[in-house]
Every structure is written in structure tokens, then in C-alpha cells.
């Protein structure tokens, strides 16, 4: 049976069913499309957009769709234990990211280019930074008792509004990486299109996830 929210029709909570299902399968596809484009273990460089994608849409958006009311994998497990899951995938995205990010680096070293000169590079070092540092932070809320000041409820919804910052700001930069010459000339047509896509409605289903479960509550929870 489709989970509703209450003053919701079925209809709704199907099309949030369907929603989730789609973004489980295109933040797959999409990591999958790129491994394919990039060929990792190519060259140097391949390895910065496979890295990056596997950190920042697949890593990434399942890490949050663990807490999805309507298309999590796990939905029967108690949340403590999705909450695990969850920083073990976002850990997993950071690490990625940092390799990516590492790659990259060495990449122009070798070419002798400047780096981060472009707002694909600028905004891709702030996320890989920013995912990181929330990484860390998500160790707060496994050991919340340790922080004398904010009730649990507050942490959580500090940490769920800081991590859609971050998720807007991964999605973005594969968004500019995919106007680079490289992805360009590699894609054509409407399959650039459909990849733009990808992180489009990533994005936008994980807005509405988070949005509806923390920030937009009026009322912290005890």
C-alpha cells in the first residue's frame, strides 16, 4: 500500500512513489553512462567523472533516500540503523569525492594547467569540501548525547537543511561538468539531454523529501 500524508490523495502519494522508484533507477543510470563515457583507469582524468559521479549521484542520493517514507531499500529497518547506513554511504561519497577531486588535481599538474579556473572547478572543490565536513558532522547526531545545548530534533534539522545545501551544490557542479568540452564532444543530441535529466529530478525529489520531513515542519519534534 502506498504510504499518504494526511489531507494527501492516493494519487499524490502515488506520484511520489513513482518519483522515488525513477530517481533510484536514474542516478543509477547515470553513474553507470558516465563509467561508461570516462572508461576509468584510461587515463588520469577518466577517473574525475567517474569518481564524481558515483559520489555525488549515486553514493549521494541513496544515502538520502534511505529516510524516503515512500521508496527507501529499507524501509522495514529502524531509523537508528538507517541513520548508520546513511553515514556509511556518505562517507563513501566524500571518500569518492576527495579521489575525484585528487584526480583532477594531478591531471592538470601533469598538463600544466591552471586549476579551478572555472565555475565547474570552483563550485565542485566547495562541494567536495562541504561533503567533507557534513560527513563529520553526521557524527554528531550518532553521538547527540555528547552535545550539551541542542535537543537531537534540532541537530537533525540542522544537519537535514545543511545536507540539501550539499546536495544542491554536488548536483550543480556535474550540471556544469557536463557543459565542459569533454562531456561535449563525448555526448550529443538528445542523450545529453536525458543525462542533463538525471540530476535535474534528482534534485528535485530530494528537495521535496527533505523539505517535507524536517524543513518545513513548523515545530521541532521533542
Not at 558515483?54 to 534511505?66: D, G, I, N
Not at 576527495?98 to 588535481?105: E, K, Q, R, T, Y
Not at 550543480?172 to 564532444?185: Q, V
Request: hydrophobic share 50%.
Amino acid at each position: 500500500m502506498v504510504p499518504t500524508r494526511e489531507g494527501e490523495s492516493t494519487f499524490y502519494g502515488h506520484m511520489r512513489l513513482a518519483c522515488g522508484v525513477l530517481v533510484h533507477v536514474v542516478c543509477t543510470v547515470f553513474t553507470v553512462c558516465i563509467a561508461v563515457l570516462a572508461r576509468p583507469g584510461a587515463s588520469v582524468f577518466s577517473w574525475h567523472p567517474f569518481l564524481m559521479s558515483l559520489a555525488f549521484s549515486f553514493f549521494m542520493t541513496e544515502a538520502v533516500l534511505l529516510f524516503s517514507p515512500d521508496c527507501s531499500l529499507v524501509g522495514k529497518l529502524p531509523h537508528k540503523t538507517k541513520g548508520r547506513y546513511h553515514w556509511i554511504l556518505q562517507t563513501l561519497a566524500a571518500i569518492c569525492a576527495v579521489l575525484g577531486l585528487s584526480a583532477i588535481f594531478y591531471n592538470k599538474h601533469l598538463n600544466s594547467k591552471s586549476h579551478f579556473s572555472t565555475w565547474h572547478g570552483l563550485l565542485g572543490l566547495v562541494a567536495v569540501c562541504y561533503a567533507v565536513i557534513q560527513s563529520v558532522g553526521g557524527v554528531s547526531l550518532m553521538y547527540h548525547k555528547l552535545i550539551k545545548g541542542l535537543s537531537l530534533a534540532k541537530l537533525k534539522r540542522y544537519h537535514a537543511a545543511s545536507g540539501l545545501v550539499l546536495y544542491l551544490l554536488g548536483s550543480s557542479s556535474l550540471l556544469l561538468g557536463m557543459c565542459s568540452l569533454w562531456f561535449t564532444t563525448s555526448v550529443r543530441s538528445l542523450v545529453w539531454y536525458f543525462l542533463a535529466f538525471c540530476p535535474i529530478l534528482s534534485s528535485l525529489v530530494i528537495m521535496s523529501q527533505v523539505t517535507n520531513s524536517y524543513i518545513g515542519k513548523k515545530q521541532f519534534q521533542p
